[in-house]
């Protein structure tokens, strides 16, 4: 599918949802409920080892978890390039 500039225009005030995933784990329901405040629970991805960055839950790209004024954020680090998501929200009949 060709993407025309008319296209790009119509994506640029809808609302996407951003999500970045920094690891996942899988652990028995027993384990589950029997957590509580303080207890930790291991990721499968290594420390330094950045999140991966959804939109509206497809993964769009990769990118580095730091701090900004005491918030979390994510700097890209590699990303899907435009065509193919705005593609993607096409396709899929996001919009």
């Known amino acids: 599918m ?3 500039e008319q296209d790009y225009s119509s994506l640029v005030d809808a609302q ?5 995933l920094l690891g996942s784990t899988d652990i028995d329901i027993r384990k589950f409920l029997s957590l509580g405040e303080g ?3 291991s990721l499968d991805k290594l420390a330094g080892g950045g999140g ?3 939109v509206n839950s497809r993964i769009i790209g990769t990118g580095d978890i730091i701090v900004i004024e005491e918030k979390l954020a994510v700097r890209i680090q590699d990303a899907m390039d435009a065509d ?3 593609g993607y929200f096409f396709n899929e009949q996001i919009i």
Do not use: M
């Open 16 to 20: 996407i949802s951003v999500d970045v």
């Open 39 to 41: 207890d930790i629970v």
């Open 52 to 54: 991966d960055i959804y």
């Open 2 to 4: 060709e993407i025309t």
């Open 84 to 86: 193919n998501v705005v």
